[in-house]
């Protein structure tokens, strides 16, 4: 009985015989997704690069176009409306600053300052505009005397002691114009804040009193900042 009984157990093939169809499946897949892969993969390579040369923004209702380099605040560096934003630019290039080196305490001294050209864009929420202060608020504060003007063609009218420019001059300079409120030269060098309107902005330059031995390029120079930035002056 035990005979039959074998006999009669289903006879069973080797199990390595059942995986070579498996086997022959995830080999014939694999091939598949190598070729597919092969076909399809991107033959473009990914490069780095620094951002836009310019930043369109809306300060006041204004458009401007910034060059992306210029911002000095970082939070600033973004395009859309805004409230106001900060620049800077290497004078006399008139180019956005490099970022900083690096400097050590050994390379100090011989580390020469760049010089700079600061610019402030804001909304003037309907304030009074540049020239209306040069007209009916600055003369209010003048001391005594006509103003003194220099062989170059460049005035200057000093502000009374106590007023809200004590210790300030003015500068008017024409062809190119050039109006310029200037702090004098004391514990720290005299500074220069020269506004334009455009639009509905403001537009505040700020350089060293000094440069203003040769107004003229500075005139100049803020005359070509405000058309850089300033889309109303490149559609004119």
């Not at 490099?98 to 400097?103: N, Q």
């Not at 305490?105 to 760049?114: F, G, K, V, Y």
């Not at 608020?137 to 200057?156: C, E, H, M, N, V």
């Not at 334009?196 to 403001?202: E, P, Q």
């Amino acid at each position: 009985m035990a005979s039959s009984a074998r006999t009669a157990a289903p006879h069973r093939k080797p199990a390595h015989g059942q995986r070579w169809p498996l086997i022959a499946s995830v080999v014939i897949a694999c091939a598949a997704i190598a070729i597919i892969y092969h076909l399809l993969r991107p033959t473009w390579h990914v490069e780095t690069v620094d951002g836009p040369g310019e930043t369109p923004l809306s300060i006041g209702g204004t458009l401007f176009n910034v060059p992306t380099a210029a911002f000095r605040i970082k939070v600033q560096k973004h395009a859309g409306p805004q409230e106001r934003v900060d620049l800077n630019f290497d004078y006399p290039s008139l180019q956005p600053p490099d970022k900083p080196k690096h400097v050590t305490t050994e390379t100090a001294d011989q580390t020469r300052l760049p010089e700079r050209i600061f610019l402030s864009i804001a909304a003037h929420n309907d304030a009074l505009s540049p020239e209306q202060r040069l007209r009916t608020i600055y003369p209010r504060y003048f001391a005594p005397g006509q103003p003194a003007t220099d062989a170059d063609g460049l005035s200057r009218q000093t502000f009374r002691a106590g007023t809200p420019y004590a210790d300030e001059d003015l500068f008017i300079g024409t062809d190119p114009d050039l109006a310029a409120r200037c702090t004098r030269d004391g514990m720290t060098p005299g500074s220069c804040l020269s506004e334009r309107r455009v639009g509905g902005a403001d537009l505040t330059f700020r350089f060293p009193r000094q440069w203003l031995t040769q107004w003229r390029e500075v005139a100049t120079a803020i005359d070509r900042l405000t058309s850089r930035v300033s889309s109303v002056h490149r559609q004119h």
